[in-house]
C-alpha cells in the first residue's frame, strides 16, 4: 500500500517542467507533420496570388488596319494604334491595398485553424497523460489483486479461509485486468490520433505526470492580453478594415477611366500620326457599387461587435469553470495525502481485525477517491488547454 501511495503522489505532482517540454516538443512536431495544415498552407499561398491578380494595370492594345481603296488613284490605308487604359482604383494603390487586407485575412483564418488543432493535438497528450497514470496505478492494484489471491488460496490450503472469500479477490483481480485492458485500448485510441495528426508518424508518449499550471489570478488583466492574441478576433477586426478600404474603392470605380495612345495614319502621299486620348464614363456598370461596400462595413463591425462580445462571455465562463476545477482537484490530492487510510486497512487485515470484504469495500473506496483524482486533475487541465489556447 505505501508503494501505491507513493506512486499516487508521483503521478499527481502538478510542478513538472518536462511533462511541458514533452507536450511542446509534440505540438512542434505535429506542426511540422501535419497534411491538413500543409494543405492549409498551401491553399492560403494560391488564394493570396490570386488576390493579387488583376490589380495592376490593363494590358495596352495594339492595333492595325489596312484597308484598300477602291481605285489606283486613292491607294491603300494603314493604320497603327498602340493605347493604354488607367482607372483610379489601380493608379491610387487602393486594388492593391484591398488586396493586401484580404491576404491578411487569410493569414489570420490560417493561424486560427492552426491553434485548433494544436488545442486538439494538447487535448490528446493530456489525455495520454491521465491513461499511463492510470495503467501505472492499476498494475500497482494488479500486483497487490494477484498477492491477495495468492494469500487467500493459501488460506483454503490450510483450511483458515473460505470460498465465499475466495471468489470475492478473484472477482477484484478480474475487475482490475478489465480495466487495465479498457484503458490500453483508450490509450492506443489516443495514440492513433496523434499519429494521425502528425502525418501518419508514430509518436512516443509516456510522460505519466501533468504539467504545472499558472493560473492567472485577475481575470480582466489576463482577458486583454487574450483578446490582442485571438486569431479569430483578428479577423474580425481585419474585416472591418478591409471593407472600409472597399468603399473607397467601390468609389473609385465610379470615376472616368481614361486611356492614352500613339496613332498613325498612312494612305497615298500622306502621313498623319499623334496622339490619342478617351474617357470611359460608368453610368450603369458601378451601380449600387457603392452602397454595397457601405452596408459590408456596417455588416463587418456587427460582426466584431457580436464576436467580441461572445468571446469575452465565454472565456470568463471557461476561466471560472476552469478555476472551479482547479479547487476539486486541490481537494482530491489534499485528501490522497493526509486522509488516507490504505497502510492501516493492510496492517488491520493482516493482524486479522477486518474481514476480507471489509478491507475490499475500504479499499475500494480509496481506489475511486484515486481515480476520481485523476479524472479531476484531467478535467482542469483540459479546461486551463482551452482557457490558455491563444498561447499555442
Not at 488564394?47 to 484598300?68: C, H, M, S
Not at 493569414?107 to 493530456?126: I, S
Not at 456598370?285 to 462580445?309: C, F, G, H, I, L
Request: proline share 2%.
Amino acid at each position: 500500500m505505501k508503494k501505491i501511495i507513493i506512486g499516487m503522489m508521483a503521478i499527481m505532482a502538478t510542478s513538472s517542467l518536462f511533462a511541458q517540454d514533452n507536450i511542446k516538443n509534440v505540438l512542434n512536431t505535429i506542426e511540422q507533420n501535419n497534411t491538413t495544415l500543409k494543405a492549409l498552407r498551401e491553399a492560403v499561398d494560391a488564394q493570396k496570388l490570386e488576390n493579387r491578380t488583376g490589380i495592376y494595370l490593363a494590358d495596352p492594345e495594339v492595333g492595325f488596319n489596312y484597308l484598300w481603296g477602291n481605285s489606283a488613284s486613292v491607294g491603300n490605308r494603314q493604320d497603327i494604334s498602340v493605347t493604354q487604359r488607367f482607372d483610379f482604383g489601380t493608379l491610387s494603390g487602393l486594388k492593391s491595398r484591398v488586396a493586401n487586407g484580404k491576404n491578411e485575412l487569410l493569414e489570420w483564418q490560417y493561424k486560427a485553424d492552426r491553434m485548433n488543432l494544436l488545442l486538439e493535438t494538447k487535448r490528446y497528450c493530456l489525455d495520454l497523460i491521465y491513461y499511463n497514470s492510470l495503467l501505472r496505478e492499476l498494475e500497482i492494484r494488479l500486483v497487490h489483486a494477484e498477492a491477495i489471491v495468492a494469500g487467500q488460496k493459501e488460506r483454503l490450503k490450510r483450511g483458515d479461509g473460505n470460498m465465499l472469500e475466495y471468489n470475492n479477490v478473484e472477482l477484484n483481480l478480474a475487475a482490475v485486468k478489465g480495466e487495465i485492458s479498457r484503458v490500453e485500448t483508450e490509450r492506443n485510441s489516443a495514440i492513433s490520433q496523434l499519429t494521425r495528426l502528425n502525418g501518419g508518424l508514430k509518436l512516443t508518449f509516456n510522460e505519466v505526470r501533468f504539467p504545472s499550471i499558472d493560473m492567472p489570478a485577475d481575470y480582466e488583466r489576463w482577458y486583454a492580453t487574450a483578446e490582442e492574441k485571438n486569431p479569430i478576433l483578428s479577423y474580425v477586426r481585419q474585416e472591418v478594415e478591409l471593407s472600409k478600404k472597399q468603399v473607397s474603392l467601390g468609389r473609385s470605380m465610379g470615376l472616368p477611366t481614361f486611356s492614352a495612345g500613339y496613332m498613325s495614319e498612312n494612305v497615298v502621299g500622306q502621313r498623319y500620326q499623334g496622339v490619342s486620348i478617351g474617357l470611359s464614363v460608368p453610368l450603369w456598370s458601378n451601380k449600387n457599387r457603392v452602397k454595397q461596400a457601405k452596408k459590408a462595413v456596417s455588416a463587418a463591425v456587427s460582426k466584431q461587435a457580436d464576436t467580441k462580445q461572445q468571446f469575452f462571455s465565454q472565456l470568463e465562463i471557461l476561466y471560472f469553470r476552469t478555476l472551479g476545477l482547479k479547487k476539486a482537484a486541490e481537494v482530491y490530492r489534499s485528501s490522497l495525502t493526509n486522509a488516507n487510510n490504505s497502510a492501516l486497512l493492510k496492517q488491520a487485515l493482516d493482524a486479522g481485525q477486518i474481514s476480507m470484504l471489509d478491507f475490499m469495500v475500504q479499499i475500494g473506496l480509496y481506489y475511486n477517491t484515486v481515480n476520481q483524482a485523476l479524472q479531476a486533475e484531467l478535467d482542469y487541465q483540459k479546461a486551463f488547454a482551452e482557457l490558455s489556447a491563444v498561447e499555442l
